[in-house]
């Protein structure tokens, strides 16, 4: 048994993503119950699903820069603890109103454990077996993702939809209670720093109204009049972070972060494909279902595939990027997602339901072994000092890239059906198979040109050993 693995920490990064992957598909899932329950609709009850993500992505940065400042193990166990506090919240309530502002304190909680879960991972275990530790915590994050809408189904069948919030609380006081246990056999000190608490606010004000800008929820319940007057307050934040960041003695965000390019390219990696990934999911189900007249059940099955690839696959890309580093098995990974897309690019409106399954079992393939080798480079290879803004980085990439692909499949799919439809205006439909399989080619098409792009800065990020050369100055 290997001494220098702190397998209780391991184990409680584990548990955390499992955790929060497990409770949003429960989540998603409960949706129409909730809506039903509460005497509210979609709008009102999308308002609860964006205001998790609101502070589940808007903060992550924020509590991710603390646990740099004020411990790990302290953020995360209250983490545990506040995202258990808003789950009870949530199943007490009686209105929509009530979970709206509980769901906000749910991922305040998440986003608390989100942005060190990784980070934690990367130090629990000696830095050659950072890629296994990786693994594990992707394996962790589908296994929840793939347990969660059956556990909820039954919940909610055979019990009531407040124990899909219910059965969360003592789970996340066993996390908490297991970071305590785990954090008192560290020896690691953190050296407190003063807090630049104007650019934390910038930060935040940055990220929230660049997810309000770019989520087509949001910009639906918010009405697209305002999107002029967030993206003001975008840039004018944005300058202000920069400036202000660029100036102050002891930075929130240290810019020199960006000059690892093993860090800056593993993000833009990360962020093109989520994208990729994100365009896939959106459009699918309409092929699947209202084109190749696929039944919703055998569809869940075939989406099944993606996540057991990606649980199979994870602790293998581990064991690669321990060995080889992690932009070879990156760039593969990468790759994969490129082959995936292309096969959309042939899709016919009467093809072999095995055409898409293949589709969607290369981007499962690509999750196995992208992310966890991605995450490596991310954060693994950043000093100890920046690995909890690393972490974050890592989980705020993610949910940007997934909600820009929303829009830009979107919005591809709308210009391709016009084009080759002819029909000024006309929203894509599949009552015209031809016309909107046509535009779904071309859609592919177009992303498979952007995960090109990501190959080129997987494959050019540099190795382990060249990036640990840089050295980030934290002003301390």
């Known amino acids: 048994m290997d001494k220098r693995i702190n397998r209780l920490l391991l184990a409680t990064a584990m548990l955390a993503t499992f955790f929060s992957g497990t409770a949003n598909r429960i989540f998603n899932i409960s949706m129409p119950t909730l809506a039903s329950s509460l005497g509210t609709d979609l709008i009102g009850i999308s308002w609860a699903l964006l205001a998790y993500q609101f502070s589940s992505i808007g903060l992550s940065l924020i509590f991710g820069r603390l646990s740099d400042l004020w411990g790990r193990e302290k953020v995360f166990s209250a983490g545990f603890a506040v995202f258990s506090l808003g789950s009870l919240l949530c199943g007490l309530s009686q209105n929509i109103w009530q ?18 879960s990784r980070a934690l991972a990367a130090e629990a275990v000696p830095e050659e077996l950072a890629g296994r530790a990786q693994g594990y915590m992707t394996t962790a994050h589908h296994i929840g993702f793939l347990l969660g809408p059956t556990i909820g189904g039954l919940m909610i069948d055979y019990l009531h939809w407040r124990w899909t919030f219910f059965f969360i609380v003592p789970i996340g006081i066993i996390g908490a209670l297991l970071t305590i246990g785990g954090f008192k056999s560290r020896t690691i000190s953190v050296q407190r720093r003063a807090v630049d608490y104007v650019g934390a606010l910038l930060l935040f004000t940055t990220t929230t109204t660049l997810v309000l800008l770019i989520d087509r929820h949001a910009v639906e319940i918010i009405g697209a009049g305002t999107k002029g007057a967030l993206a003001a307050i975008f840039l004018a934040s944005l300058s202000g972070l920069l400036v202000h960041e660029a100036k102050t003695p002891s930075p929130f965000v240290d810019l020199a972060l960006f000059k690892n390019r093993m860090f800056t390219l593993s993000t833009l990696s990360l962020l093109i494909v989520a994208m990729c990934y994100s365009v896939t999911t959106l459009l699918l189900p309409f092929y699947l279902q209202e084109v190749l007249q696929l039944s919703p059940s055998f569809i869940g099955f075939v989406f099944m595939a993606p ?32 082959v995936s897309l292309l096969v959309g690019g042939f899709f016919q409106p009467d093809s072999h339901w095995l055409l898409p399954t293949l589709m969607i079992g290369l981007g499962g393939i690509t999750n196995g072994i992208f992310n966890p080798a991605n995450s490596v480079g991310m954060i693994a290879l950043v000093p100890r000092e920046h690995r909890g803004f ?15 692909g929303v829009a830009v499949g979107g919005f591809l799919m709308t210009a391709a059906f016009e084009h080759h439809t002819g029909l000024s205006g006309a929203s894509p439909t599949t009552a015209d198979p031809a016309g909107f399989v046509a535009a779904l080619n071309t859609t592919f098409l177009v992303i498979m ?28």
Do not use: E
């Not at 690393?390 to 820009?404: D, I, K, Q, W, Y």
């Open 449 to 476: 040109g952007l995960s090109l792009i990501a190959i080129v800065t997987s494959a050019t990020r540099g190795d382990r050993n060249s990036n640990k050369k840089i050295l980030i100055s934290t002003g301390a």
């Open 390 to 404: 690393a972490s974050a980085a890592n989980h705020v990439t993610f949910g940007l890239g997934n909600v820009l």
């Open 307 to 338: 996540a057991i690839m990606t649980i199979s696959l994870a602790p293998l890309s581990g064991y690669m990027t321990d060995r080889l580093g992690p932009r070879l098995p990156a760039s593969l990974g990468v790759a994969f997602m490129t």
């Open 99 to 116: 979970l709206i502002l509980f769901r906000f304190l749910q991922g305040v909680g998440g986003s608390m454990l989100q942005s060190s």
